[in-house]
């Protein structure tokens, strides 16, 4: 989660950012927040890692992923930076894979806590829904999940919805909202560019808060790494 410009409200918003920062994918995965139904292939890797600038406060987060042969990516990653060190610990699995002009849907088990406090953190289950249109030119994401935060001791449902517009082979756009019972909403826009194809991506966000008077803007800038 992001850190807190006043220590309850940003601490909840950050929950809401924080279900699917980690999804670690063959399509779309960063710039959005929104996760995905995808994975890394059997025997591939992804780190993924990025800047992330809110309340005039600096984290920085890195997260590597990998598919060891079965049906889990696993995904285990920190920050640093700012008020709080953060660790993060992820499953993610599919029931239907997503193919192109098709439909796909997963499961992510997460767990998000300060490293000064032990692993027992923000417990969190989401749903991932993706449709594929036009031949992946243009996927859609749908979220659905609950967390439970070890400071309220409470389960909030969350939610999302978003999608990735491919430009051409190197360029895409994205565009989503998402939000978290309690601690309200955020739309978000990215772009993301291949360096390398399939290898290497830099891509940056801009999301900010739904309610009136709330800005509260966060940029990031990230840089994926993908092995073959």
Not at 126 to 146: E, I, K, T, W, Y
């Amino acid at each position: 989660m992001i850190l807190m410009s006043t220590l309850v409200r940003s601490r909840a918003a950050a929950g809401a950012c924080a279900l699917a920062l980690i999804s670690v994918n063959a399509h779309a995965g960063r710039p959005m927040t929104v996760d995905d139904a995808a994975i890394v292939a059997p025997g591939q890797c992804q780190l993924e890692s990025y800047a992330q600038r809110a309340s005039r406060r600096t984290e920085y987060w890195v997260t590597p992923a990998c598919n060891a042969g079965g049906a889990w990516e696993l995904a285990a990653g920190g920050s640093w930076g700012g008020d709080a060190q953060y660790g993060r610990l992820q499953a993610k699995t599919l029931f239907k894979p997503l193919e192109a002009d098709g439909w796909g849907i997963g499961l992510v088990l997460s767990d998000q806590f300060n490293r000064g406090h032990g692993i027992a953190g923000d417990l969190s289950a989401n749903l991932p829904l993706s449709v594929s249109l036009r031949g992946d030119a243009v996927l859609a994401h749908f979220n659905a999940g609950v967390v439970r935060t070890r400071a309220s001791h409470g389960a909030d449902a969350t939610w999302g919805a978003g999608a990735e517009f491919k430009l051409n082979e190197r360029n895409s756009l994205t565009s989503e909202v998402f939000g978290q019972q309690r601690a309200g909403s955020r739309y978000q826009f990215g772009f993301a560019h291949a360096l390398i194809p399939d290898r290497m991506q830099l891509d940056t966000s801009c999301s900010r808060r739904l309610a009136r008077g709330a800005s509260e803007t966060m940029v990031t800038l990230g840089l994926v790494l993908q092995t073959n």
